[in-house]
């Protein structure tokens, strides 16, 4: 199984179709104003020597502008934009004009620290930032023919392998993303030696003794980064769970420490054992996965409880109003999820990656585009709010890639098959023909797949039931056998016809879940979800807070389609709700206060906090 190129995909459902457009006129836009106003682009002009002054901002701020270049090559791709090239272009040019004649690019250490270069490689990001300029040269090159910054990611890749190696220096770099940027490189350029050069960090980091445990003796060089310890030992002693580093991967047992380094690094991995038959590698990370989406894993997707370590903690540990659930973890989930999909064919694999895309990771960015979350909490009681930029600003530009993206994590492709992961609204060019999926995903379960193949054509299409469905039907007119089911698709293979039409309705309703009841914060409360979709409870739409409110479960519950949030369905429920009335005491006799019945209008997860900051609820009381 591989993803199309982007190219040959086209959204067209009403729901992601919008989000791609609010990207080009607003979110590129509103984030290259950022990079300049920040000093992030003009940190490279200076590198280059084009202006005068020292580095601004934090040491690994290259890396945004990276991503946001690799976020508007997808969108380019899609949607060309006059305003959007220009400034992608703007960005470039400075990128290529600050890498040395050696291949080093880093404008932190260039500008302040340049003796201090490959000394710290547990906290200071340069391999980390190079993964990153890494895939923006891979997006350019693959979505629009653009060589100039694969070119400049080639150079660095060389230069850091001229460095690190088998019979080299051994490192690899606290943050993991470069192993997944070389694999990506290899498959671009034809140079397997950055696929083995991956192979090689992948298998070193968590070995004994670490080469981190050297680099906090280096007084000079951990004085960047004096924090550095504190996240590394344990008791005074090395412990690397912060950065994957406590035991070699194919030893791993559970998820550890910071979220977006352990979902970088498992991608890697993943990637790294597709098509090698590693039982060993496949085995761990089943492990992994499972110990993440069964015991550690929020109801939306979001992972990472923890705002300390920025990750994770221990099993059933997911508080709802301190949740960190970072917007980068959920993308980074995602990214994972679908490298492990396309690994094994496992239907579970998209049915996390569904969860996370339109809940836990949307969630980060406003409807208007240009404002974003940084962490994604289940419960507010009015003081989180969406903002226009951070000073660690890793997680806007992650949020604009992953949209620009969308199509490969919806459809994919083997030799004798289309894969529809998730039945959103789009025509696919393939070898097979033009398949064509008409959606209004996710407020209905209706789909029509329309196949136009130049010729009658032999090849399976295979449509995911999604774990949420519960009474499938599908209509093929002219169809002699049903359905065949494989790893939670359902599969017809045939000679299909230009013009053929096969109809699917995954009868989408409205259901309330629970949680484990290790899972303390949610004891005596239920969540409502609908399809694919996660609801929470607003003051806005209530008039008093959802912390009142208890849900009667059994109860139906009325869905409909309003223009509110730029158009969503809204579930009504019913229930009991205490009134903020109460004797002049804070405390008094079981009784005191006084309750109502009431009925709540609940939205979409993902839309929350479009209105203002207010008071919120996922998981309510119930009766």
Not at 180 to 189: E, F, K, N, P, V
Not at 225 to 233: D, I, N, Y
Not at 452 to 466: C, D, G, H, N, V
């Amino acid at each position: 199984m591989r993803p199309l190129p982007l190219s040959q995909i086209r959204l067209t459902d009403p729901f992601w179709s919008r989000w791609q457009r609010v990207l080009v006129q607003k979110t590129l836009p509103a984030q290259y104003e950022q990079t300049v106003k920040t000093g992030r682009l003009t940190n490279f002009r200076r590198a280059a020597g084009l202006e005068e002054g020292s580095f601004e901002g934090l040491w690994f701020n290259d890396s945004d502008v990276y991503k946001w270049i690799e976020a508007c090559a997808y969108a380019l791709s899609v949607n060309d934009d006059t305003t959007v090239r220009t400034q992608m272009n703007e960005g470039i040019e400075a990128v290529v004009a600050a890498q040395q004649p050696d291949g080093y690019i880093n404008t932190f250490f260039q500008l302040k620290h340049p003796d201090l270069k490959w000394r710290n490689l547990n906290t200071m990001h340069e391999m980390y930032c190079g993964g990153h300029l890494i895939e923006a040269g891979v997006a350019l090159f693959e979505c629009l023919g653009d060589r100039r910054l694969l070119d400049v990611g080639v150079r660095f890749a060389d230069h850091v392998m001229s460095i690190f190696g088998p019979g080299k220096r051994r490192g690899y770099c606290g943050h993991q993303e470069i192993e997944l940027a070389l694999i990506r490189l290899a498959r671009a350029t034809g140079r397997e030696e950055y696929r083995e050069f991956a192979r090689w960090m992948v298998e070193e980091r968590g070995k004994s003794p670490s080469p981190f445990q050297a680099e906090l003796e280096d007084k000079e060089a951990i004085a960047l980064s004096p924090w550095a310890a504190a996240t590394l030992t344990k008791d005074g002693n090395y412990n690397g769970e912060y950065a994957q580093d406590h035991a070699p991967v194919r030893e791993h047992t559970e998820i550890v420490g910071h979220a977006v380094r352990a979902m970088y690094f498992y991608i890697a991995a993943a990637d790294l054992a597709d098509g090698r038959e590693d039982a060993d590698m496949e085995q761990a990370l089943d492990r992994i996965w499972g110990n993440l989406t069964r015991k550690r894993m929020y109801v939306t997707g979001g992972i990472g409880p923890s705002a300390k370590n920025e990750g994770f903690t221990g099993d059933y540990d997911l508080p709802n109003l301190s949740a960190y659930a970072e917007t980068c973890a959920a993308c980074g989930l995602i990214f994972w999820g679908q490298q492990m999909l396309e690994l094994t064919g496992n239907s579970e694999y998209a049915d996390i990656v569904e969860r996370a895309l339109y809940n836990g990771a949307i969630s980060g960015i406003s409807l208007s585009g240009d404002r974003f979350f940084y962490d994604n909490p289940l419960e507010s009681r009015g003081s989180h709010n969406r903002v226009p930029w951070f000073g660690c600003a890793c997680c806007p530009p992650n949020i604009a890639r992953l949209l620009g993206s969308l199509g490969k994590y919806v459809v994919s492709v083997s030799e004798n098959a289309f894969y529809l992961h998730i039945p959103a609204g789009i025509e696919a060019k393939t070898d097979f023909g033009t398949i064509r999926v008409e959606s209004n995903y996710p407020w209905s379960g209706k789909v029509r797949i329309r196949v136009e193949p130049t010729q009658p054509t032999r090849f399976s299409l295979k449509i995911r039931i999604p774990e949420w469905a519960e009474n499938v039907e599908t209509d093929l007119p002219g169809a002699d056998e049903e359905a065949d089911y494989d790893a939670g698709y359902a599969v017809f293979d045939r000679t299909w016809k230009a013009g053929e039409v096969l109809e699917v309705d995954f009868g989408m309703e409205p259901r309330w879940v629970e949680a484990d009841p290790r899972v303390r914060d949610n004891l005596g409360r239920a969540a409502l979800t609908n399809g694919p979709l996660i609801y929470a409870a607003e003051q806005h739409d209530l008039g008093f807070a959802p912390q009142l409110f208890t849900a009667d479960t059994d109860a139906p519950v009325e869905v409909a389609f309003e223009k509110l949030l730029e158009g969503v369905n809204t579930l009504t429920v019913d229930g009991m709700a205490e009134i903020e009335s109460f004797p002049d005491s804070l405390y008094g006799e079981v009784g005191t206060t006084d309750v109502q019945e009431a009925r709540v209008k609940m939205v979409p997860y993902y839309s929350w906090c479009n209105r203002g900051p207010n008071n919120m609820q996922v998981w309510l009381r119930r009766v």
